[in-house]
T-cell receptor, first 113, second 117 residues
């Protein structure tokens, strides 16, 4: 299966600052990546679909200006949480589409204090 | 719209017991994929199985087995002779069959399994 690397694994930031999370496909070129969010003891919810070279597609209720997604290359998608607030504290996890399979990164645990 | 329901929020068993995790799904697609993932405390998602809607044959992999019944829209997961290392949150998920939707997953709420020694 595909290898997906997500960085950082965890991050603590101050309220009002921005945080960037990277999702890398290590062994193949990925035209499509997905970003999910998981609040404590809850399910994973799809936030957006990241397409290389074009704008991301956001799910209903997800603020595109707050969660900036950039998929500038075939191996890297980034999610930037802008002006983070404590309610943005969550586990963010990316997945990469390979054929009809989905391979997940290790996830990033974001804590906003 | 797609929906996955895992009615069991938490299950606690004693080691060596068998345990079944239930999953019921809703979809308007005639073809689709079903998945099970394991999420240990570290957070990463561990892929367990993918089953397409064409194939209703039950599957066994070691201590794991899956029962797919299209007639009841269920895809249940059984762990035989459970072990402490099986303790984790287990997610059932569903995706469409198309080029993009095949990897765009709808997850259930998850079942926290605790296996006590």
């Amino acid at each position: 299966g595909a290898v997906v690397s997500q960085h950082p694994s965890w991050v603590i930031c101050k309220s009002g600052t921005s945080v960037k999370i990277e999702c890398r496909s290590l062994d193949f070129q990925a035209t499509t990546m997905f970003w999910y969010r998981q609040f404590p003891k809850q399910s994973l919810m799809l936030m957006a679909t990241s397409n290389e070279g074009s704008k991301a597609t956001y799910e209903q209720g997800v603020e595109k200006d707050k969660f900036l997604i950039n998929h500038a290359s075939l191996t890297l998608s980034t999610l930037t949480v802008t002006s983070a607030h404590p309610e943005d504290s969550s586990f963010y996890i990316c997945s990469v589409k390979w054929g009809t399979e989905a391979f997940f990164g290790q996830g990033t645990r974001l804590t906003v204090v | 719209a797609q929906k996955v329901t895992q009615a069991q929020t938490e299950i606690s068993v004693v080691e060596k017991e068998d345990v079944t995790l239930d999953c019921v799904y809703e979809t308007r697609d005639t073809t689709y994929y079903l998945f099970w993932y394991k999420q240990p405390p570290s957070g990463e998602l561990v892929f367990l199985i993918r089953r397409n809607s064409f194939d209703e044959q039950n599957e066994i992999s070691g201590r794991y087995s899956w029962n797919f019944q299209k007639s009841t829209s269920s895809f249940n997961f059984t762990i035989t002779a459970s072990q402490v290392v099986d303790s984790a949150v287990y997610f059932c998920a569903l995706s469409g069959y198309g080029e993009t939707s095949g990897s765009r997953l709808t997850f259930g709420e998850g079942t926290q399994l605790t296996v006590n020694p």
